[in-house]
Nanobody, 115 residues
Framework: QVQLVESGGGLVQPGGSLRLSCAASGIIITTYTMNWYRQAPGKQREWVGIITSGAYTNYAVSVKGRFTISRDNAKNTVYLQMSSLKPEDTAVYSC?????????WGQGTQVTVSS
């Protein structure tokens, strides 16, 4: 059974930083591609970034240069380091993995960027 548990969200001022975590069980993260997504109120889910099994990363244009995805293999956890946050980054952030053709999602963690 695959489980993804996100944490680390909260309220942060514009220009601030947060680090989100996605703790995985039921998979070994080094053997799967993991994605981060976000969904703002009233908007469609938006892809944020990816880390492949080979640790290749890529990001949406809207976050490139501000967000960084990494992983801790020993903790089986993927991270999303967010800096220079903007009000438009406000959303529920979720991690995702596809295993055997099935999409797995965490419950999400709320990030609110506001002064």
């Amino acid at each position: 059974q695959v489980q993804l548990v996100e944490s680390g969200g909260g309220l942060v001022q514009p220009g601030g930083s947060l680090r989100l975590s996605c703790a995985a069980s039921g998979i070994i993260i080094t053997t799967y591609t993991m994605n981060w997504y976000r969904q703002a109120p009233g908007k469609q889910r938006e892809w944020v970034g990816i880390i492949t099994s080979g640790a290749y990363t890529n990001y949406a244009v809207s976050v490139k240069g501000r967000f960084t995805i990494s992983r801790d293999n020993a903790k089986n956890t993927v991270y999303l380091q967010m800096s220079s946050l903007k009000p438009e980054d406000t959303a529920v952030y979720s991690c995702n993995v596809i295993k055997s053709g099935v999409n797995y999602w965490g419950q999400g963690t709320q990030v609110t960027v506001s002064s």
